[in-house]
C-alpha cells in the first residue's frame, strides 16, 4: 500500500515539475519572442536609415558631378577670357602704334 501511495504523490511531484517547466519554458519563448520583435523592429530602422543615406550618396554624387562640370565651364571661360583679354591688349598696341603713325603724317604735313 505504501508502494502505491509512494507511486502516486511521485507521479504527482513530476507532474507539477512538468507544470512548472512548461511554465517556465512559456516564459522564456516570449521573452524570446519580444526580444525577436525588439531585433525585428531594429533591423527596419536599420533598412530605412541606410535607404536613406544611398540617397544622400546618390545626391551628393549628382552635386559632385555638378561641382565637376560647373569647374571645367569656368576653367573654359577662365581660359576664353585671357584669350580675348590678349586679343584687346594686342589691338589697343595696334591703335596706339596706328595713331602714333598718323599723328607722324600730320605733323608732317
Same mark, same amino acid.
Given at each position: 500500500? $505504501? !508502494? /502505491? /501511495?509512494s507511486k502516486f504523490l511521485g507521479r504527482e511531484e513530476k507532474y507539477s #515539475?512538468?507544470?512548472i517547466s /512548461?511554465?517556465?519554458s512559456e516564459r522564456k519563448n516570449n521573452e524570446a519572442r519580444k526580444h525577436n520583435e525588439q531585433l525585428a =523592429?531594429?533591423?527596419k !530602422?536599420?533598412?530605412e536609415e541606410n535607404n536613406l543615406l544611398d540617397k544622400m $550618396? #546618390? #545626391?551628393r554624387k549628382d552635386? =559632385?558631378?555638378l561641382n565637376i562640370e560647373a569647374k571645367r565651364e569656368l576653367n573654359a571661360k577662365i581660359a576664353a577670357? =585671357? =584669350?580675348s583679354s590678349l586679343i584687346l591688349e594686342s589691338a589697343h598696341h595696334w591703335g596706339v602704334r596706328a595713331l602714333i603713325k598718323v599723328d607722324k603724317v600730320f605733323i608732317d604735313l
Open positions: 500500500m $505504501n !508502494e /502505491i /501511495i #515539475e512538468l507544470l /512548461i511554465a517556465d =523592429k531594429r533591423v !530602422e536599420l533598412r $550618396n #546618390e #545626391e552635386v =559632385k558631378g577670357h =585671357k =584669350k
